[in-house]
């Protein structure tokens, strides 16, 4: 079995080479793509690869999750050919490429610059075709012409005037990509009718709340998305999010790269789903973005919820799925449990306050919060079930409360369908327990189950707490 991209930043940073070594061999064609992507010129591209691998060794200590290793090195990169594009850009570059979709357009585009160039005055021309065609610096160009730095660089300006103006007229000019800032899918808050996701710019100290429409970022949706790209051969390497509605796609297929319109949501449902980089409009950013300032992203989303007339809502990290469950002693309170249920499908707003939840002591609490509350809710944790198939897997737990809707219950979840819950329901606690009833639930995970859930569920008035959970395969 193949090390993780985790696993081998360990072993990276305990001074293993060839582990980095293959990070690099399993990096390498994404981390070209995006440099040509990013600078448009094949001839720069093995030197920032190179520079962002060398960075990335040189600052694994950094890096605070392993398994973000891909998106970490493209906001390397990033960077890496912002500071490229600031020190060589060409007054060229706005007209050289021409239409990427027409190749027609592109030589039509060289050859129109060509000849801007070749009707340049004598002195221009030559200064603008050593340091801009042969690439040499205002020093080489200089000694080349026999003249001085400043007479080249001078020389220089009049022929980029010059340039512009007859490119303008020959060829319209195109709009440059707007600078892109690197993000990360920090938390996930329902607060129906809308879902509030919360983009964390790292490097900036800024993140930027995007409400989104009812029922956005769906899984199943996103799943057979990404189903359909592998089938056909094509990798989502980026979603650039340039506006709070529209994003894109960048895909790449066996004839190079294209993009896609999408809508937000359903460009970061396949970016949590596929794990690949998020880039967001820095106009966007800059415009929406709100800054941490020393404060938590958790503070920060409190008080923007409350700035909407919302209650503080049950939130929960954008966490990977994992295989093993966590926290299931609650010594880190809720943190990787989700209060879900289908209260908070309401499409009115009106009853996704129903339910509510805390942690506390060891235990955990799933409660009503108002007279006849809307439909179910469940306290639960979401485990990859892979590492499960063909096994009978069993959840255990000491479970208290009132109400006659409160269970513990286990769930095989699959692409194309989802199996009913194996539900352990409350009778009467023995003394000895004080008021506590062990329940235990078993399933059987079949070769297509995607993910298991398991947890507490609540329907209507009353009160599930859970203390001392256990989940694992049953081995006799």
Not at 357 to 372: D, I
Request: proline share 6%; hydrophobic share 40%; charged share 25%.
């Amino acid at each position: 079995m193949n090390p993780s991209d985790g696993e081998l930043v360990d072993r990276a940073r305990a001074g293993d080479a060839s582990a980095f070594h293959e990070l690099v061999r399993r990096h390498r064609s994404m981390a070209r793509s995006a440099a040509v992507h990013l600078v448009g010129r094949p001839d720069a591209v093995d030197d920032l690869v190179q520079e962002g691998f060398l960075q990335a060794w040189t600052s694994l200590g950094r890096l605070a999750d392993g398994d973000r290793f891909r998106g970490w090195l493209y906001g390397i990169l990033l960077n890496l050919s912002r500071r490229w594009l600031v020190t060589r850009e060409s007054p060229l570059d706005d007209y050289w490429e021409g239409d990427p979709v027409d190749p027609f357009a592109s030589i039509e585009a060289r050859w129109l610059v060509r000849e801007a160039v070749r009707q340049l005055p004598p002195g221009s021309r030559e200064a603008v075709v050593l340091y801009y065609f042969d690439d040499l610096t205002v020093e080489q160009v200089a000694a080349s012409l026999g003249l001085s730095a400043s007479a080249v660089k001078l020389r220089l300006h009049r022929g980029r005037l010059q340039l512009r103006g007859r490119l303008a007229e020959e060829f319209p000019r195109r709009q440059r990509r707007p600078a892109m800032t690197p993000v990360r899918i920090a938390m996930i808050v329902p607060a129906a009718p809308r879902l509030l996701v919360v983009l964390h710019d790292e490097d900036g100290g800024r993140i930027l709340p995007l409400w989104l429409p009812p029922r956005a970022m769906v899984g199943k949706a996103a799943g057979l998305a990404a189903r359909v790209l592998a089938a056909t051969g094509t990798a989502l390497e980026a979603v650039h999010v340039a506006g709070p509605e529209k994003a894109e796609l960048r895909l790449r297929t066996g004839d190079g790269t294209t993009t896609l319109p999408v809508e937000v949501a359903e460009g970061l449902a396949l970016a949590h789903r596929w794990g690949c980089p998020v880039l967001v409009g820095e106009e966007l950013i800059g415009e929406r973005g709100v800054s941490l300032r020393g404060t938590s992203i958790e503070e920060a989303v409190a008080a923007l919820t409350r700035e909407a007339g919302l209650p503080a809502p049950a939130v929960r990290a954008a966490e990977p799925r994992v295989a093993e469950p966590r926290n299931m002693d609650f010594s880190e309170g809720l943190r990787f449990w989700d209060l879900r249920g289908s209260f908070l499908h309401d499409t009115g707003g009106a009853h996704w306050r129903d339910y509510s939840c805390e942690a506390h002591g060891g235990e955990a609490w799933l409660r009503s919060a108002v007279e006849r509350p809307l439909g179910f809710a469940d306290l639960r944790q979401a485990v990859l079930a892979e590492p499960y198939h063909g096994r009978r897997v069993r959840l255990r737990a000491l479970v208290r409360g009132t109400g006659g809707g409160a269970a513990l219950y286990l769930r095989i979840v699959g692409e194309d369908r989802t199996g009913g819950p194996e539900a352990g329901r409350l009778t009467s606690a023995p003394e000895d327990e004080g008021g506590w009833e062990r329940l235990v639930v078993e399933t059987e995970v079949p070769p297509d189950a995607v993910f298991l859930l398991f947890g507490v569920t609540l329907r209507g008035e009353g009160a599930v707490g859970v203390r001392e959970a256990d989940f694992g395969t049953v081995t006799s």
